[in-house]
């Protein structure tokens, strides 16, 4: 009679589509996503934080904030395409050796992140539109300007959106020591899982 085998490394299914979520990973079109927006969005910070500095009749003066509005915009609809792909998708299931506070955080912070950045974003609108102009996306079409007039509402937004966006990124820098914990500390897959990784 003939043993059966053992596999000492998981079994490769045809019928596992690597673009969805499974139980135990991450597809590669939420990890797309996720490093994706991370990148796109510590640009945007540090290019809005260098349009400040900018002179009148330095070029990049009007250049700059028409870039960042633009990609803005483009980062607002992938980001409600990411909402609707996580609702759509399965969600991995937490690893066991995370305690419950951890998976409570967890959860608060992505709240937080993804709360933030909607907000970050209708700030960022209310200044663009302020004085009842449209927003130019790239030059292919417009946004258009739906609340103005409001006394100081450029200066007001901008404050708000300014500390709105220090926040979300303390709070992203937050999410990744924690996961550079998970990874080095405790010596799980969290990290793994969300690099794509097997």
Do not use: C
Request: hydrophobic fraction near 50%; proline fraction near 4%.
């Amino acid at each position: 009679m003939n043993k059966p085998v053992v596999l000492d490394h998981p079994v490769k299914s045809k019928d596992i589509n690597p673009w969805r979520n499974s139980d135990a990973r991450w597809g590669r079109m939420a990890v797309g996503l996720h490093w994706g927006m991370a990148v796109v969005i510590v640009g945007l910070f540090g290019l809005g934080l260098w349009m400040t500095s900018l002179s009148y009749y330095d070029p990049w003066y009007k250049q700059g904030p028409n870039l960042h509005k633009s990609i803005g915009v483009v980062l607002f609809v992938v980001l409600v395409l990411r909402l609707m792909w996580r609702w759509l998708d399965n969600t991995p299931a937490s690893l066991d050796n995370h305690a419950n506070w951890e998976r409570k955080a967890g959860h608060i912070v992505h709240g937080l992140l993804y709360g933030g950045l909607f907000a970050v974003m209708i700030s960022g609108y209310l200044i663009s539109t302020a004085d009842g102009r449209a927003i130019s996306v790239f030059g292919l079409f417009e946004i258009p300007a739906t609340l103005s007039g409001v006394e100081k509402q450029e200066d007001i937004a901008g404050v708000i959106h300014l500390w709105l966006a220090v926040g979300l990124m303390s709070v992203a820098a937050g999410h990744a020591l924690a996961a550079l914990k998970h990874h080095f500390v405790d010596k799980d897959r969290t990290l793994r899982r969300m690099l794509g990784w097997p």
